[in-house]
């Protein structure tokens, strides 16, 4: 499995950008990058991924390098709730592999 | 919507007791794991299954065993609870890469279990 390396923790104060970086660099072609989020003790949740071209939904956007060895996760304006840990991994295409989580980034919103 | 659901959402139990924890998931998926997670701490792979009748270990080592007779339910078992035991396992699972590309994992609420 390609490791991940992300922040700690990291501010945002509430209604401006969160972009949350995640470092991948011994990524390999066949592997997706993927971002989820746990807030409180819940089960993560599930917010985007993507292999070299940026994506979009309506939770957030995800920008990869063209080198592919870092990305970050963009929520466009941060409210209370996204106060979360945020984890980036990935997994190749197959998806036969098991699929382990770092210890991710802690995101907290300021109001 | 992704459904996948625990069994139970607590549970406080003393120790030297054989215990199950459920998960289901109505989706389908082939593939499905338990992850065993310490308060503020990372979440930790214990076991997977890539379909019935297969099973893995994870990165951490556990005592649980797990075993997958259908495709939607993967039960774990501990046969002695510990005090040391004491943690949240949460269950997810994902689909099949034929159908659903890179489908994404799908995490059930957990279940917290306190060994006295």
């Known amino acids: 499995d390609a490791k991940t390396t992300q922040p700690p923790s990291m501010d945002c104060a509430e209604g401006r950008a969160a972009n949350l970086p995640c470092n991948h660099s011994?990524?390999?072609?066949?592997?997706?990058v993927y971002w989820y989020r746990q807030i409180h003790s819940q089960g993560p949740q599930y917010i985007i991924h993507?292999?070299?071209n940026n994506e979009t939904n309506e939770m957030a956007s995800l920008i990869i390098t063209e080198d592919r060895k870092s990305s970050t996760l963009i929520l466009p304006h941060a409210t209370l709730r996204d106060t979360a840990v945020y984890y980036c991994?990935?997994?190749?295409?197959?998806?036969?592999?098991?699929?382990?989580f770092g210890t991710g980034t802690k995101l907290q919103v300021i109001p | 919507e992704a459904d996948i659901y625990q069994t139970p959402r607590y549970l406080v139990i003393g120790t030297g007791k054989k215990i199950t924890l459920e998960c289901s998931q109505t989706?389908?998926?082939?593939?499905m794991y338990w992850y065993q997670q310490d308060p503020g701490m990372e979440l930790h792979l214990i076991h997977y299954?890539?379909?019935?009748?297969?099973?893995e270990k994870g990165d951490l080592s556990s005592e649980s065993t797990v075993s997958r007779i259908r495709t939607e339910h993967f039960p774990l078992t501990l046969e002695s609870a510990r005090p040391s035991h004491t943690s949240q396992y949460l269950c997810?699972?994902?689909?099949?890469?034929?159908?659903?590309?890179?489908?994404?994992?799908?995490f059930g609420n957990g279940t917290r279990l306190t060994v006295t």
């Open positions: 299954s890539y379909g019935v009748n297969s099973t």
């Open positions: 989706m389908g998926h082939d593939k």
């Open positions: 991994i990935v997994r190749n295409s197959g998806g036969y592999q098991k699929v382990t």
């Open positions: 997810a699972s994902s689909g099949h890469f034929d159908r659903v590309l890179n489908s994404p994992l799908h």
């Open positions: 993507g292999l070299k």
């Open positions: 011994t990524i390999s072609g066949n592997e997706y």
